[in-house]
């Protein structure tokens, strides 16, 4: 099934004492659209990965997105050292997380701990999947993208490496 709606924008939410945290209307309807079992009623279920190379934020897929990235680790060979260490970072340092009816999730305690998501949480919408950030290592990873940017030749458009793959056949 083709992605309707993707996860877009930033929007900063308090983490209560519990790990309550709201997630942003908009990725609801995004966790929602991606939960084959959700109907109108229904608490949805997501997917969040704390196990990612950047290892700065947890990242957020919904159902439809975890197998999607499921079905390609599946087709590296069976036991290969690469399947198992991507099975690991991906399902194993993982967890299912629900939409409670007022609109939140809990976080875990390690998790929160693990990533410094003590008082709140930065939601930052990536297209396919979403991220949950502690507000200043946010902020922190931004200014290497400005910077990045920033070094760019001069009257560089990141924007221009999309064109570049097309002219390339890449999608």
């Known amino acids: 099934m083709p992605v309707l709606r993707r996860f877009r ?62 079905e390609k680790v599946a087709r590296l060979p069976a036991f290969s050292r690469e399947r198992r260490a991507l099975e690991r970072l991906l399902n194993t340092q993982s967890v299912y997380a629900q939409v409670d009816e007022n609109g939140r999730i809990v976080l875990p305690q ?13 939601f930052a919408g990536m297209g396919e999947h979403f991220q949950v950030w502690a507000p ?3 902020q922190d990873d931004m200014a290497g993208i400005d910077a990045w940017r920033e070094g760019l030749d001069e009257g560089g458009d990141p924007f221009a490496l999309l064109d570049a793959m097309d002219r390339e056949g890449r999608s």
């Not at 390690?110 to 930065?122: C, H, N, Y």
């Open 9 to 70: 924008g930033e929007s900063v939410h308090k983490v209560d004492q519990k790990g309550r945290v709201s997630v942003p209307a908009p990725f609801r309807r995004v966790i929602e659209e991606g939960d084959p079992d959700w109907t109108e009623g229904l608490n949805p279920t997501f997917v969040l990965i704390y196990g990612m190379p950047s290892g700065h934020c947890l990242e957020g897929y919904t159902l439809e997105g975890a197998a999607r990235l499921d």
């Open 136 to 138: 200043k290592a946010y």
């Open 110 to 122: 390690r998790l929160r701990e693990m990533f410094g998501l003590t008082d709140e949480a930065l």
